[in-house]
T-cell receptor, first 112, second 115 residues
Framework: GNSVTQMEGPVTLSEEAFLTINCTYTATGYPSLFWYVQYPGEGLQLLLKATKADDKGSNKGFEATYRKETTSFHLEKGSVQVSDSAVYFCALSGAGSYQLTFGKGTKLSVIP | ETGVTQSPTHLIKTRGQQVTLRCSSQSGHNTVSWYQQALGQGPQFIFQYYREEENGRGNFPPRFSGLQFPNYSSELNVNALELDDSALYLC??????????????FGPGTRLTVL
């Protein structure tokens, strides 16, 4: 079945540091890939997505590239801000599937 | 445009009781999915409803059931509550039920505590 493995947290960074959160997946066919963010006390918000190999999703300074050869979708940001502190979830929607499969989440804390 | 709303925000029940959680989908969306998020974990897919019928189910027992109404709102019912049912229950709505890259919009969730 489908699965998502992402970097265990928590991750603590200083403001303006570079962020990478690793995500790899297992799926048959060509899944769509997503990063969701969950701020404290809130539901999930879609951060970015990519629907085919080599696509790059980007939003609010965050980027992730769909790498089929390495089955990865790592999240990156060049300069994090305190307001980026949240839990980040990597997820996939498998080909022919109607459900999202999530990783366990990575908690990011950015300190001034 | 109204987003996805859920009620109640918090709920406390005792083991063996039954609970009903409610979700109103985003305006124009016809599909609702429910997820269970245990503390410190990622959301787990429970089931999806499209055109008032269940359209897929995750690895959850039959005591988890649901409904979708003509206005596309939805209910999640859980019977015979167990301690492990304590979690954040998330509702997500989307426009189509077909596979692939259908974007799902999540509500704020209902926090269920089972004592």
């Amino acid at each position: 079945g489908n699965s998502v493995t992402q970097m265990e947290g928590p991750v603590t960074l200083s403001e303006e540091a570079f962020l990478t959160i690793n995500c790899t997946y297992t799926a048959t066919g060509y899944p769509s890939l997503f990063w969701y963010v969950q701020y404290p006390g809130e539901g999930l918000q879609l951060l970015l997505k990519a629907t085919k190999a080599d696509d790059k999703g980007s939003n609010k300074g965050f980027e992730a590239t769909y790498r089929k050869e390495t089955t990865s979708f790592h999240l990156e940001k060049g300069s994090v801000q305190v307001s980026d502190s949240a839990v980040y979830f990597c997820a996939l929607s498998g080909a022919g599937s109607y459900q999202l499969t999530f990783g366990k989440g990575t908690k990011l804390s950015v300190i001034p | 445009e109204t987003g996805v709303t859920q009620s109640p925000t918090h709920l406390i029940k005792t083991r063996g009781q039954q609970v009903t959680l409610r979700c109103s989908s985003q305006s124009g969306h016809n599909t609702v999915s429910w997820y269970q998020q245990a503390l410190g974990q990622g959301p787990q897919f429970i089931f999806q409803y499209y055109r008032e019928e269940e359209n897929g189910r995750g690895n959850f027992p039959p005591r988890f059931s649901g409904l979708q109404f003509p206005n596309y709102s939805s209910e999640l019912n859980v019977n015979a509550l167990e301690l492990d049912d304590s979690a954040l229950y998330l509702c997500a709505s989307s426009l189509v039920a077909t596979s692939g890259n259908n974007e799902q919009f999540f509500g704020p969730g209902t926090r269920l505590t089972v004592l």
